[in-house]
């Protein structure tokens, strides 16, 4: 049954007293205050959710598991920020690569104007709206190779592909990839184009950018990575390496994790962003707790997409 929401607005003191109330250890008073002056209850309150008791029935009470601190909260506050920026790391590096593939092979094979013209993607893609948006995105463009076009040549807002990859946002550009041809009886495969570059089927990569789209929104508003079931996850693969039990789950960071592994090693930009990888999960591996919210594996460094 529904009912209306009393709980009053807390000062930082009455949010830490409460927390004390519920069995939660403050180490440093002082402290904890300045953390929540800064980071606020409730966004902490994801990280020291797993520090709750469970009743008989195991559902979680808002008393705390005795010996639990405040501090741990913390700490996985603080792996979970340098997770979020690790992954954005490796955002960046995919998303310049595939923009930079998109961009080629279109332009070599259609021209710098071929994206404007539906006939060249398929018949299910709503072309017109996608154009439509790129064209508002390109008028509010501020950057000056833009400004530039504007001012010389005539088409404005059409510019070359090569100029409006630069422009689009990744959904705009995971769209783009998912509106390309791909028909092998016709002689038309510009996803498999792109996609080889990668090392992956056409099908899996437009998947994948799905997931990363969503992803990248759930870093960009610093929400919680760690502990999170994925809303959008990639479909499972059918490769033994990443299935159970060999990669427990898709719906967890770690697969993620994976699929930037993959990617970064066939664009060969991966082994400093996989030896920072590996330090931070190793940060929290011996805490198989901490380790399984993240769908980590035991023996993840030998992990076959890992090693």
């Known amino acids: 049954m529904v009912e209306d929401y009393k709980k009053p607005a807390l000062t ?6 409460h927390l004390k109330h519920r069995g939660l250890v403050i180490d440093n008073e002082d402290e904890a205050l300045r953390q929540l002056s800064s980071i606020s209850y409730y966004r902490l309150s994801g990280y020291w959710y797993p520090f709750r008791e469970r009743d008989t029935q195991g559902l979680i009470s808002s008393r705390f598991i005795n010996g639990s601190r405040f501090d741990w909260a913390i700490e996985l506050y603080e792996f979970d920020r340098k997770l979020r920026s690790l992954i954005l790391d490796a955002i960046e590096r995919v998303e310049v690569a595939v923009r930079t593939q998109l ?5 070599h094979k259609y021209g710098a104007f071929g994206h404007t013209d539906a006939g060249n993607f398929h018949a299910k893609f709503d072309h017109a709206r996608w154009l439509a948006k790129l064209e508002e995105e390109t008028r509010r463009s501020s950057d000056e190779f833009i ?8 088409g404005f807002p059409h510019i070359p ?3 409006l990859i ?7 550009l995971s769209f783009f990839y998912k509106g390309l041809r791909n028909d092998h009886k016709a002689g038309i495969e510009d996803k498999k184009a792109v996609a080889q570059h990668f090392g992956l089927h056409h099908k899996r990569l437009g ?3 799905h997931t990363f789209t969503y992803v990248r929104n759930v870093c960009a508003h610093h ?3 760690w502990n999170r079931k994925l809303a959008i996850r990639p479909d499972k693969a059918k490769l033994s390496e ?9 719906d967890r960071v770690f697969y993620v994790l994976l699929m930037f592994r993959h990617l970064l090693r066939h664009i060969g930009n991966d082994q400093d962003w996989v030896d920072e990888a590996t330090v931070l999960i190793e940060s929290i591996s011996g805490i198989p707790a901490y380790r399984m919210a993240m769908g980590v594996p035991d023996g993840w460094r030998e992990h076959p997409l890992w090693e």
């Open 12 to 17: 930082f003191s009455e949010q830490l007293d």
């Open 207 to 209: 998947d994948w950018l």
């Open 147 to 154: 400004r530039h076009y504007k001012d010389k040549y005539n």
């Open 161 to 163: 592909v090569w100029m």
């Open 103 to 107: 961009a080629y092979h279109m332009g």
């Open 242 to 250: 990443w299935s159970p039990p060999i990669t427990p789950r898709n």
């Open 166 to 172: 630069e422009v689009m946002s990744f959904g705009a």
């Open 223 to 225: 929400s919680r990575l």
